[in-house]
Antibody
């Protein structure tokens, strides 16, 4: 059964880079037909799609974050990663990784990482 | 961006009640609509994909319907474990977007 395990720091300083990693187990990151992506949820608020990438590197991003975000896939490690540059307090949120498909939805989720942007 | 609007934003219901949540898209999204359940402190969990297909392992009391711009999630007989927040999400057009959520509380 496909599982996703997130890792990364919970505290990031303003203007620095947020980096999170999601490790895929129970299935192959490079043989799947869906995308690998990230969603975030600010405290007490709704869900925001950040973006996703196919294992080959073809990615698409939310335009609201596009200038600051990179999602990459490392098939050798069965991992995909989120990089968000120049963070501010507005980027404080719980970040989730997930499998993503336009027809089958987001079927598998990581456990979530609470990231606080503060000096 | 396609705006997804859920109603109501919250509701109070009793165990055994039939509950209906609606989701409206700002433009047609065919059947590229999915429903999620989220409990406090947990990741969302997929309930329904493709507007009406039940995700494996999800109880049959959950059902979805609709196409185009108007969609419905129905819980046939509310159980204690169903008190949670429910979100719809469209995947027809990038950026994928979510509804604001519907919180189902105990009456």
């Amino acid at each position: 059964q496909l599982q996703l395990q997130q890792s990364g720091p919970g505290l990031v300083k303003p203007s620095e880079t947020l980096s999170l990693t999601c490790t895929v187990s129970g299935g192959s990151i490079s043989s799947s037909t869906f995308y690998w992506g990230w969603i975030r949820q600010p405290p007490g608020k709704g869900l925001e799609w950040i973006g996703s990438s196919y294992y080959s590197g073809s990615a698409h991003y939310n335009p609201s974050l596009k200038s600051r975000v990179t999602i990459s896939v490392d098939t050798s490690k069965s991992q995909f990663s989120l990089r968000l540059d120049s963070v501010t307090a507005a980027d404080t949120a719980v970040y989730y990784c997930s499998s993503q498909d336009y027809f089958y939805g987001m079927a598998v989720w990581g456990q979530g990482t609470t990231v606080t942007v503060s000096s | 961006d396609i705006k997804m609007t859920q109603s109501p934003s919250s509701l109070s219901a009793s165990v055994g009640d039939r509950v209906t949540i609606t989701c409206r898209a700002s433009q047609s999204i065919s059947r590229h609509l999915h429903w999620y359940q989220q409990k406090p402190g947990k990741a969302p969990s997929l309930l329904i994909y493709g507007a009406s297909s039940l995700q494996s392992g999800v109880p049959s009391r959950f059902s979805g319907s609709g196409s185009g711009t108007d969609f419905t999630l129905t819980i046939r007989s509310l159980q204690p474990e169903d008190f949670a927040t429910y979100f719809c999400q469209q995947s027809d057009s990038s950026p994928w977007t979510f509804g604001q959520g519907t919180k189902v509380e105990i009456k």
